[in-house]
């Protein structure tokens, strides 16, 4: 595909009805691409439009071809479900059904074996996944033999964020290079969008990469902004910033974690508060660490934590589960529908006497019938990404080592 042989006339027009006369709009150059080429990579930091964009793409598509079948996945649950949520803020036009990636491919009871592959193609014609960056390069691979020949791909996500945990960083390695464009798209691109920049270095996917660069959501200026810019720089030195948006401490105080969650305390403490509403509360801050285990690290703050909770007489020492409990399924549940990532709260039913765990779509599931899960005051900074919070405090390993090195770069403090 391409533009030429497209009707300029009615693509010009369609653009301008979704993202206006601006010039020099990336978000309308990445419609552009998506609009007429099978594969098109949609990337930028948090805030740039990478959602919103799909959404108009999704629209023009559809209006050019309303029997137009597409899919929408997402790595995670958490992320499937984050994509849902935005998708349905921004159009009501559109089915904000999105699946994780696993569930499209129609993941059989064994966990390793998949109904849809290259004898049984997905039955779609366009494809859009979000957090690319966190796809492996084998779940990658099982996916693209798994489209039919025709089908449009769109890829976001960010990739100066964290690759999987798996082998490959394939959002990365897609993106490597330039933003810039081939002389021959920028020639037939500058009527309908305005110039194009071109390319030092053109290589075989340089007309189907187009970044975001501008942020809605913080400005160069703004702390967290600065922050991103110096850590994407490589700067060794993050300082505080003037506004106390961003803090830096040598240090941190185990027995004062949980005065980062005040509102959800106050309701644990008043009791009788809706799951829903004790959900939101703590869902608004997070401790995000380098890794699971060591000192600091998620078991250690999670075990530090549930101390204080028992110091306060909202959990009882030889319970596993208790009220107000944040829960993190870590194993997918097909028969539940519960995912990896997928967060909910404990809380007690009187009626019933017993706890249930109460997730944001407002299911509720009894807590012994849940598959593998953890306590989730602290999580990794790999199980978070993909999610947004109101205040994330960070806490890093202290001691230098080998491996501490390796979990310690810039794409997990950039995510």
């Known amino acids: 595909r391409g533009i030429e042989g497209v009707d300029k006339k009615a693509l010009r027009t369609g653009l301008e009805r979704e993202f206006g006369a601006v010039e ?65 803020g921004l159009s009501r036009d559109i089915d904000p059904e999105v699946h994780t990636i696993h569930r499209l491919l129609g993941m059989r009871q064994d966990g390793r074996s998949f109904k849809h592959g290259p004898d049984m193609p997905i039955p779609t014609d366009l494809l859009v996944v979000d957090e690319a960056s966190m796809i492996d390069l084998p779940m990658m691979h099982r996916l693209l033999l798994a489209l039919p020949n025709t089908t449009r791909l769109i890829l976001l996500g960010d990739p100066n964020q964290l690759p999987s945990v798996d082998t490959g960083n394939v959002l990365a390695d897609l993106c490597f290079g330039d933003s810039g464009f081939s002389r021959d798209f920028a020639r037939q691109a500058e ?48 300082a505080a910033s003037d506004d106390g948006t961003v803090t830096v401490s040598d240090s941190y105080d185990p027995g004062r974690l949980l005065e980062y969650w005040q509102d959800y305390l106050a309701l644990l403490q008043s009791g009788g508060a809706e799951a829903s509403h004790l959900l939101q509360m703590f869902e608004r801050t997070r401790i995000l660490c380098s890794r699971r285990g060591g000192t600091p690290g998620v078991k ?61 779509d407002g299911r509720k599931f009894l807590a012994s019938r849940l598959p593998a899960h953890e306590t989730c005051f602290a999580m990794t900074v790999h199980k978070a990404q993909g999610s947004e919070f109101e205040d994330v405090v960070l ?5 230098a080592s080998p491996r501490v090195d390796r979990l310690m770069n810039r794409e997990l403090l950039y995510t």
Do not use: W
């Open 24 to 88: 020099h709009d990336r978000q309308k150059l990445a419609a552009l691409l998506a609009l007429t080429r099978q594969l098109c990579i949609i990337t930028g930091g948090p805030g740039t439009g990478k959602t919103s964009t799909v959404v108009r793409i999704l629209r023009l598509l559809l209006a050019a071809q309303p029997t137009l079948r597409f899919q929408l996945a997402a790595p995670t649950g958490k992320a499937a479900m984050r994509l849902s949520q935005s998708i349905a």
């Open 191 to 238: 009527n309908l969008v305005d110039e194009v920049p071109i390319s030092a270095k053109p290589s075989k996917l340089t007309d189907a990469v187009c970044e975001l660069n501008r942020s809605y959501r913080f400005t160069d200026s703004s702390s967290i902004g600065v922050l991103a810019k110096a850590i994407e720089k490589g700067e060794t030195s993050l």
């Open 300 to 360: 250690t703050i999670n075990g530090s934590i549930e101390s204080a909770l028992e110091d306060m007489s909202l959990k009882a020492p030889d319970e596993d589960f208790y009220p107000g409990r944040p829960i993190l399924v870590t194993r997918n549940d097909y028969n539940l529908g519960l995912f990896n990532g997928d967060i909910g709260i404990c809380i007690f039913t009187e009626a019933e006497g017993q706890y249930l765990v109460y997730f944001p």
């Open 395 to 399: 806490i890093l390993a202290e001691e």
